[in-house]
């Protein structure tokens, strides 16, 4: 660019000497340049030469050569004669008389400073007196081209000082909180500051402080200054949300707090956060902020985020809390929700948070079930269990998991095997009561529950049906040892999917529960016996394993087959298709909970094989839906599981079963003749037609065996004998929806005056986040004028509940000084719920601000 514009000026002044000399077509035209043993001539020398016009190079030896050349050699070309040097004095210039020829129109002197501000579109005077002040900075080509980069259309002297310490400092913005944040990220905060020092080479780093200070509101210092100016910022972050009598031993001021604060955040908040979480831990201890505590104890400081030592106060208050059964849950779990947003939450406590958070659960589960009347009959002994206290279950197994990835277990073991007793001891004991009570009175001579789904129906009610109804292809999953929590997990995955409709249906199983008399269960066809080896038969067919049960199946629907879902799912797509092409049903069986959890080396690990099992679930379904195009999807058990821990103690432990033993395991026995020892219960098979009788174990009893004790099933425990149906839909052609839908959300202020800095601004999600509506993700923010006025905020609305449960709110921070009382901004709320960032909503504020 800068040669560019040099060529354009020496054309000008060969045009204005051939003027000059009345139409002569010869022009001399001088340069001296003192820099120009680094200058590159070649784009000059191409440019002048298409214009007819030689680049003669002069040089203190050749200016006799260069007199001889030009006054009598060649008196007729046009040339530019470049002298590399600086020029001579008149009285010692042998080629003054050349010189002098072209008049005013012979010598071009070159105004670099000129031509540099004309290359960076700048033209005040006062501009150029700073920029000649500071030319050295503008030697370097590298930095000049990024201080174009940086460089702001119409840029003001302000803007051109900020752009050069950006340049220097390695910032990507000449935005005040950028430079700050560059230098203090790069250099030490309290002593020299080698940042600063590359500053000071070009450019006084009185500058820096004072875009800073002014940007920030802070008074300048006359040592440590650096060190002040981040101090003051970060006391205003520490003093928004604790009161003033609790921090009158510190000094620090600005009048601009709210700018100081979002600064805080936005740098806790991004990549390249380690620095600022430094200085914040530096500050900690120099402003000696656990004495403050000790002092005042946690309270006056559960809204601030600031420092470490306050979010470990909380973490450890919020635990001997829960320890001494004080914690009052809602306001504690309003707490977990606001400092789930700070960053010292995801940075050193996210994983205790979620021990606590999943704890806090428990303990409204706990406190829930205290207040729950005893089920007298079947139906409410069924009803209890599936419509509430299931969630007993999948809490304390989501405390498990939380607890299971803690680095610091010892910290929190206290609390865990205090809800581990609670769980194990006293809630699955009393369920252990209800069952045995409610067995004994009406289910032990009749086992079917009125009025809900047997899981020995399944075929008939949920499968004929459709086949019969369409031709729809149906995919049966059954997950051994799937047990009915666990099919809530995965229900609530499947919820969120487009065009997608899942239900989960309790279904009461068979007992005894477990695998053989299970799987058989939901095979179409009646049970017409168990072999003395234990294999059950379905219309005089065996059950035992993928081609057993395909017979059966194929008895009933002939197009129909049975796979293990592994070896499916690992088929390519035309293996796949191959295989099922032209079958209506098609049941897919999955064993990894009962695998592992049957065999006393892994048992311990049921927990974690829940997980991976509702993983590969859902990336069956997935497969099932994409690749083979699954409309109708049915996942099911054949029993779930009793899972403890701790050992199982003596008295659960009753003798073994004598008799005419066809299967047992450590919670049953069947067969005929059989022995009824204490905490044993007899059960009669007529309720499957089956003239033989199953001894289970009452409540958490187990029989001695040899095994494994944690993982246990058979018994009637609602745990092991209710288990989960998902049914899956997939809505294809024309009621297919053609994109996801949302919840809506609206701001829900009764007015839109703005009269304080800080605002707490109301939003109403108006639908429920369940059935066809998706929850959304939000980021907000006031602006005006097009500029940013305010912190970020970011909200999912995601409520399930009624209308008042669905109403948030979000705290804002009014950037100081940006805007007048009167002045109209707009609340822009944009949608960040997928991949991309979409526009939402506007609302329009009245700003009535009299004073910061």
């Known amino acids: 660019m800068l ?14 000497q051939r003027e000059h000399n ?8 001088f340069w001296y340049d003192p820099e120009g043993n680094e200058r ?19 040089t203190p030896d050749n200016v006799f050569r260069t007199k001889i050349k030009f006054e009598l050699e060649d008196t007729d070309s046009s040339y530019l004669l470049y002298a590399p040097f600086e020029k001579p004095e008149n009285k010692d210039n042998f080629l003054l008389d050349m010189l002098l020829y072209g008049g005013k129109y012979g010598e071009f002197v070159a105004d670099e400073l000129a031509i540099k501000m004309q290359e960076l579109r700048l033209d005040h005077l006062a501009i150029r007196s700073f920029m ?17 980069r940086l460089l702001p259309n119409a840029a003001t002297e302000d803007d051109v000082k900020s752009t050069m310490i950006a340049v220097l400092i390695g910032a990507d913005s000449i935005y005040p909180p950028k430079l700050l944040k560059s230098v203090l990220k790069n250099g030490d905060i309290q002593q020299d500051n080698e940042i600063l020092k590359d500053i000071e080479k070009y450019i006084s780093s009185e500058i820096f402080y004072e875009i800073v200070e002014e940007y920030f509101g802070i008074q300048p210092v006359k040592e440590y200054r650096l060190f002040h100016i981040i101090q003051c910022i970060i006391f205003q972050h520490f003093k928004m949300y604790v009161e003033d009598k609790y921090l009158e031993s510190f000094s620090f001021h600005s009048t601009v707090p709210n700018i100081c604060k979002v600064f805080v955040d936005e740098w806790l908040l991004s990549k390249d956060n380690e620095s600022i979480a430094n200085i914040l831990i530096l500050l900690e201890d120099k ?10 104890s946690y309270e006056p400081f559960i809204q601030c985020e600031t420092f470490l030592v306050i979010e470990e106060k909380i973490v450890n208050t919020m635990y001997n809390l829960l320890l001494e059964d004080a914690l009052p849950v809602k306001e504690w779990r309003s707490i977990l929700h606001e400092r789930s947003r700070g960053y010292w939450h995801y940075a050193r406590f996210e994983n205790k948070y979620m021990f606590l958070e999943q704890a806090l659960y428990v303990y409204e589960c706990k406190e829930a079930f205290s207040k729950s009347k005893e089920p007298q009959t079947g139906e409410e002994w069924f009803s209890l269990y599936t419509e509430h206290q299931y969630m007993v279950d999948y809490r304390y197994r989501q405390l498990n998991k939380s607890f299971r990835i803690l680095h610091d277990q010892e910290s929190v073991t206290e609390l865990y095997q205090k809800l581990t007793y609670w769980y194990e001891q006293e809630f699955l004991r009393s369920w252990g009561r209800y069952t045995d009570t409610v067995v004994h009175r009406e289910l032990s001579q009749s086992w079917n529950i009125p009025g809900v789904l047997h899981q020995q129906d399944f075929f008939k009610k949920m499968i004929s049906s459709v086949v019969e109804g369409s031709r729809e292809r149906i995919f049966v999953i059954i997950s051994d040892a799937l047990r009915y929590e666990v099919g809530y997990e995965l229900k609530e995955s499947f919820t969120g999917r487009l065009n997608a409709e899942v239900a989960l249906i309790p279904m009461q199983g068979v007992l005894p529960s477990y695998t053989q008399l299970g799987m058989a269960s939901l095979l179409p066809g009646s049970i017409t016996g168990i072999s003395e080896n234990g294999i059950v038969e379905v219309e005089g067919l065996s059950t035992s394993g993928t081609i057993h049960r395909t017979r059966v199946l194929q008895n009933k629907v002939p197009e129909s087959v049975a796979f293990n879902l592994e070896d499916f799912i690992a088929l390519n797509k035309e293996e796949g298709k191959q295989h099922i092409r032209g079958k209506r049903v098609v049941y897919l069986y999955h064993n990894y909970i009962d695998a592992l959890g049957d065999d006393i080396k892994t048992e311990k690990h049921t927990y974690e094989s829940v997980e991976r099992t509702i993983e590969q679930m859902k990336k069956s379904v997935k497969k099932l839906v994409g690749t083979y195009e699954a409309v109708r999807i049915y996942m099911t058990s054949d029993h779930g599981f009793l899972y403890q821990s701790g050992k199982v103690e003596a008295y659960q432990k009753t003798e073994r079963i004598d008799g005419e033993i066809y299967d047992r395991n450590r919670r049953f026995a069947i067969g005929k003749n059989l022995s009824l020892p204490d905490g044993t219960t007899r059960i009669s098979l007529g309720y499957i037609g089956l003239e033989a009788d199953a001894v289970i174990a009452k409540g958490l009893n187990r029989f001695t065996a040899q095994g494994g004790q944690r993982f246990v099933h058979g018994g009637a425990m609602p745990q092991e004998c209710i288990v989960p149906l998902i049914e899956y839909r997939q809505i294809r052609g024309k009621a297919k929806k053609s994109g996801e839908k949302r919840v809506n959300v609206r701001v829900a202020s009764a007015t839109n005056n703005i009269t304080s800095y800080h605002i707490t601004i109301p939003f109403f999600q108006e639908e429920k986040a369940e059935n066809d509506y998706l929850p959304r993700s939000l980021r907000m923010a006031f602006y005006f004028n097009g500029g940013r006025i305010s912190n970020e905020v970011h909200v999912t609305f995601d409520s399930i509940g009624e209308a008042k449960e669905r109403e948030l709110s979000a705290t804002f921070h009014l950037f100081e000084g940006r805007y007048k009382t009167g002045d109209r901004c707009v609340l822009r709320m944009e949608d960040v719920s997928g991949s991309t960032t979409d526009l939402y909503d506007e609302e329009e504020f009245l700003l009535k601000l009299y004073s910061v």
């Open 132 to 148: 000649k002040k500071h030319w050295s900075f503008f030697g370097s080509q590298k930095r000049v081209d990024r201080f174009k």
């Open 3 to 16: 040669d560019l514009n040099i060529i354009q000026e020496l054309l000008t002044l060969f045009h204005q």
């Open 22 to 29: 009345k139409g002569s077509n010869r022009a001399l035209v």
């Open 40 to 58: 590159d001539l070649e784009e000059i020398h191409s440019a002048l030469a298409v214009e007819g016009i030689g680049v003669w190079m002069v």
């Open 287 to 296: 402003w000696d902020i656990k004495g403050l505590l000790q002092k005042y």
